[in-house]
């Protein structure tokens, strides 16, 4: 569902493949620029939750997925080789990837308790240093900020003055790294929102005619931008090549408002058909960000963290297996993502219940790979919850959580918003207490 209440509606490539219309999409109309004024609160989570399940495109798993045995190599990383577009798992680097006793990477055994604040980027200096100051008090170690690729273009998310983008990202990513938090880029790969219901090709990018050109320009925009992340003093702890990918990477070709109208001609949809050229640009962003420096994390982001009431017992966690073990054919990885919101992977009136369909998911991907790490890429309301779910996972395996824009009221945390701002100042709301405790009970990891 969009924002104005219609259907996204499927959209139909060559192959008769559609990506799914009914997952999580991000709010088009709070998201985007105003007349003149900077962008909104950035959209909420879409209302469908869900895309297709096992057995379609958009799941990212089908006949062909079923039965795989998980690759030897899960999570472990991969030389920084040169760019393959044919997919094949290039480079002759020796970096040992996946969880040692040394931990995860630079980040350690460090349980992240981070929170998305990019729609925080239009505050002055002074105010995003007050709100930093605050989520450090009461236990956040880490930031999540998002990207897009260029969002003043014709289907951009600010048209006026380009909020999210390279530069922005840079600014905030050196105050937040500054302030002695972790920090998480989330490349769109798009010039708007990214998620399982629109994957929009940038504008600057659909004049290619091959996975090759496709594959080259992701891997250059990622290397680039990973350098002048570098250089700007913003070096990203772990970085997501796309979110909530469930339906595959570049795929549409988005209107004004940065939703689909067509299916681009060459896209990566994660159809069984397709999945090469999928793995092919998630390899190119791979290597965009291991060229630069092996030491970042890389991950990857679906939306699959629990079966909704309807769904088939497990289907969530065999959703996961198949992408994973699909992006494992081609890549390397160290961390893997889900998403988590109540309403959207959940049973929206059983806590229980939902909390149960996440551990169910973390615990059997945890099984299934035991080298990649694991995290909530986004989550709302349930914020114990889902922070126990991941914290207690056996070995250290959950890397940590980010909760979703919790300085913004929205229909992804109704009732449940932990900071409201006023001025330069943010007022702590009644669950951020939640943290504090957290701060205490997870103090071993912090």
Known sequence: ????????????????????????????????????????????????????????????????????????????????????????????????????????????DRFLIGADVTDQEVAPDATRANLLTLMKDHGFNAIRLRTFVDPRASDGYDQTNGYADLAHTVTFGKQIKDAGLALLIDFHYSDNWADPGKQCVPVAWQGYTTIAELARALHDYTKDAIQKLVAGGARPDMVQIGNETTPGLLIHRCDG????????????????????????????????????????????????????PADKAGSALQASVDWITQALKYTTFDAF???????????????????AGWTDTFTGLAQKFPDLGLFAAEYGPMQREINDVVFGLAGRRGIGTFNWEPTTRGDWNTGHDLLRRSGSTYTAQPDLALYDQMKMDYASRL
Not at 289 to 299: N, S, Y
Not at 345 to 351: F, K
């Open 337 to 355: 993502g889900e998403s988590c919101y109540q309403r959207y992977q959940g049973d929206p009136n059983s806590p229980s219940a939902t909390k």
């Open 1 to 108: 569902m969009s924002a104005s209440g219609g259907s996204s509606g499927a959209m139909v490539g060559s192959g008769g493949a559609a990506s799914s219309g009914s997952g999580g999409v991000h709010n088009s109309g709070s998201g985007g620029a105003g007349s003149g004024g900077a962008p909104g609160s950035g959209g909420a989570p879409g209302s469908g939750g869900r895309g297709a399940e096992p057995g379609s495109a958009s799941g990212g798993s089908d006949g062909s997925m079923a039965g795989q045995g998980a690759s030897s190599s899960s999570g472990g990383r991969g030389g920084a080789g040169g760019l393959d577009v044919t997919g094949g798992r290039g480079g002759a680097g020796t970096s040992q990837g996946g969880h040692d006793a040394g931990g995860w990477g630079a980040l350690g």
């Open 257 to 308: 408002g940065g939703q689909p109208v067509s299916m681009n001609p060459i896209n990566g949809l994660a159809s069984s058909g397709n999945w090469p050229n999928l793995g092919a640009l998630l390899k190119a962003g791979v290597d965009g960000v291991r060229e630069v420096d092996p030491e970042i994390l890389v991950a990857f982001h679906i939306d699959r963290g629990g079966d909704k």
